[in-house]
Nanobody, 124 residues
Framework: QVQVVESGGGLVQAGGSLRLSCTAS????????MGWFRQAPGREREIVAA????????RYADSVKGRFTISRDNAKNTAYLQMNSLKLDDTAVYYC?????????????????WGQGTQVTVSS
């Protein structure tokens, strides 16, 4: 049984930082791309960042480029999302997802297993 669990969300002031963590179990972690998505109230789920199997290739939404960094530690079965210079518009539920395969994708359809989400709230 595959499980994906996020942690690290919370309330932060604009300009601050948060680090999200995502642990996946049940499959060989290093065989799958990983992604972070987010969904704000009234909006569709959108890609934030994605990372390849070994971590050498990453993709970012334009809105977070230069502020967020995705990484992974395959020895710990964990992916991370470092979020700096947070803005009010970053407020959302953040989801970690494990890919269906090796392809690095920014589409939610290419991700098979999802965590329950963690709330990130940025205040002014």
């Amino acid at each position: 049984q595959v499980q994906v669990v996020e942690s690290g969300g919370g309330l932060v002031q604009a300009g601050g930082s948060l680090r999200l963590s995502c642990t996946a179990s049940g499959r060989t972690f290093s065989n799958y791309a990983m992604g972070w998505f987010r969904q704000a109230p009234g909006r569709e789920r959108e890609i934030v960042a994605a990372i390849s199997l070994g971590g050498g290739t990453t993709r970012y939404a334009d809105s977070v480029k230069g502020r967020f960094t995705i990484s992974r530690d395959n020895a710990k079965n964990t992916a991370y999302l470092q979020m700096n210079s947070l803005k009010l518009d970053d407020t959302a539920v953040y989801y970690c997802a494990q890919g269906r395969g090796q392809i690095l994708s920014t589409s939610p359809r290419d991700y098979a297993y999802w965590g329950q989400g963690t709330q990130v709230t940025v205040s002014s």
